[in-house]
């Protein structure tokens, strides 16, 4: 049989990590030993309460039934007790508050609420692929803001043509930001929402990493900034808080009229998420928040080797502020591609060439702090034996 596929599905983009994958596996298979940098995972386990408590709810009977697709009322009355106790934002649980399994679904499923086939999409570049992903899948186009070095990785938005941000139905912001590590500060909120408020624009704000901060920093949400429930919902969710990425659950909160559509469309397509599950995250969002604090520790300490590691070698990286990852340039006469490729042959590190978050991204390359303190030594060692000192 040959089935024709959907042109939805045909117009994703390819899958940008296939050939540095394939000599990872090539490594492998002839014995080298592989530090992968490249992995957006923590590393370190979910809390043992959380677990317990996942123990104790998996033998309750009516946990056994389907789920709320909006979530347990519960659950979403200690998404909105965290965001009252963590960044001072009321949120009314019963109506703006929504469910999802994991971030990235509604991150995806966002786009089918709200454009039509031919509607722009602003999408970071570099970034998450999903916003770009899901916005495709539901036949609009992504017109992508770039992130650079120079404006402290936040988008231009003065560098938007009036007729495209007229055109735009959806703008999606993260930070603190997955690849570059940066971090945004009331005056880009303030400015995301005037621009939202000039164009009509939804603004969906990612905050999966508002909680792995280093330095005493407290990275902010975009709910807290005036206006912001009127032009755009945050999505978030236990995975990087916790260690909870394989558990599968976090939510959107904000505008009520979003929240609505997006748990609409979800009443449609999946039924919510296992309620023992749903409680394991109220335990970490309720419990204490010790591992939280030891944890942003050991990323912390990694950061430093790794940037003073580097910077050794010759880059000159500013330590970033939060986000287990550390973006940097690649030296002169390298792609990203081509240095990662070099670095992975002479070395047995893997890095992620930037060109896979975007094309304005070619000339970076991200290292995650997913690794123990001890490989992430090791890494820099043969990185400094085999590579010596970079130039620019
Ligand atoms: C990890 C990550 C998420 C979280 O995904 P979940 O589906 O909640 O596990 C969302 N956005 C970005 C940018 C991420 O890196």
């Known amino acids: 049989m040959d089935f024709a596929q959907a042109q939805r599905i045909k117009n994703l983009p390819p899958y940008l990590f296939a050939r540095i994958e394939k000599l990872i596996k090539e490594k492998r298979d002839a014995g080298v030993d592989i530090i992968s940098l490249g992995i957006g995972d923590p590393d370190m386990p979910t809390p043992g309460y ?25 659950y979403r009355e200690a998404v909105a007790q965290w965001y009252s106790n963590r960044f001072g934002v009321e949120l009314d649980a019963a109506n703006e508050v929504v469910s999802l399994i994991g971030s990235k679904e509604g991150i995806a499923h966002i786009s089918f609420c709200y454009l039509n086939p031919g509607d722009l999409v602003l999408v970071p570049d570099p970034g998450y692929p999903v916003y770009a992903g899901g916005a495709i899948l539901a036949g609009a186009e992504p017109y992508y803001m770039p992130l650079l070095a120079e404006n402290g990785f936040l988008p231009d938005l003065s560098a938007i043509p009036a007729d495209i941000a007229q055109r735009a139905k959806i703008m999606f912001i993260n930070y603190p930001n997955n690849p570059t590590g940066a971090v945004a500060g009331e005056e880009f909120y303030r400015e995301a929402i005037a621009f939202a408020q000039a164009y009509n624009i939804l603004i969906c704000h990612d905050a999966a990493y508002s909680e792995i901060a280093f330095d005493g920093y407290q990275p902010p949400s ?39 559509a997006l748990g609409r469309l979800k009443s449609n397509i999946d039924s919510g998420q296992f309620q023992a599950i749903q409680y394991a995250a109220i335990k970490g969002l309720t419990g204490p928040q010790d591992a939280v604090l030891q944890m942003r520790q050991v990323y912390q300490e990694r950061r430093d080797i790794l940037v003073d590691g580097l910077n050794s070698m010759g880059w000159q990286l500013a330590k970033p502020k939060a986000t287990f990852y550390v973006w940097a340039p690649v030296p002169a006469g390298y792609s990203s591609e081509s240095f990662a490729e ?37 890494a820099l060692e043969r990185m400094k034996k085999n590579i010596g000192t970079v130039k620019f």
Do not use: C
Not at 51 to 73: C, D, F, R
């Open 50 to 74: 959380i677990i317990e408590e996942m123990q104790k709810q998996a033998e309750v009977g009516e946990n056994h039934q389907y789920p709320s697709s909006a979530g347990m009322p519960a």
């Open 222 to 260: 975009f709910l807290q900034y005036p206006g912001a429930k009127e032009v755009g919902i945050e999505f978030h969710s236990v995975s990087k808080t916790y260690n909870m990425t394989g558990w599968r659950i976090g939510w959107a909160a904000g505008n009520h009229q979003v929240v609505e």
């Open 342 to 378: 070099m670095v992975l042959d002479k070395t047995g590190v893997v890095v992620t060439p930037g060109s896979g978050y975007g094309s304005a991204s070619d000339g970076f390359f991200r290292m995650a702090l997913t690794v123990k303190k001890e490989r992430m030594v090791e």
